[in-house]
Nanobody
Framework: QVHVVESGGDLVQAGGSLRLSCVAS????????VGWHRQAPTKEREWVAS???????RYADSVKGRFTISRDNAKSTAYLQMNNLNPEDTAVYYC????????WGQGTQVTVSS
């Protein structure tokens, strides 16, 4: 089981930016596919973005053009750069890594005020 830890969540005004970080344990980070999901109050968890081991990225339509997922294999870290945030982006953001199985972090809270 890979240990995943997210950080970077905060309270930000609409139109602002945040960068979330996701650190995963183990020496095989370059072999992990990484994804970000989020869960808003009273809503189901939804997929936000993902990046493959080869660096191919995909985004949910709701964040396309505003969020950027990236990875730094040397630091065993993935990032989610979030720009032009709006109140609908308020949620707990979870990082997942996939290597034989999927591991989840504990989540980091992002709150966007209007």
């Amino acid at each position: 089981q890979v240990h995943v830890v997210e950080s970077g969540g905060d309270l930000v005004q609409a139109g602002g930016s945040l960068r979330l970080s996701c650190v995963a344990s183990g020496s095989s980070f370059s072999m992990y596919a990484v994804g970000w999901h989020r869960q808003a109050p009273t809503k189901e968890r939804e997929w936000v973005a993902s990046i493959t081991t080869g660096g191919v990225t995909r985004y949910a339509d709701s964040v396309k053009g505003r969020f950027t997922i990236s990875r730094d294999n040397a630091k065993s870290t993935a990032y989610l750069q979030m720009n032009n945030l709006n109140p609908e982006d308020t949620a707990v953001y979870y990082c997942t890594v996939v290597f034989l199985s999927r591991s989840w972090g504990q989540g980091t809270q992002v709150t966007v005020s209007s």
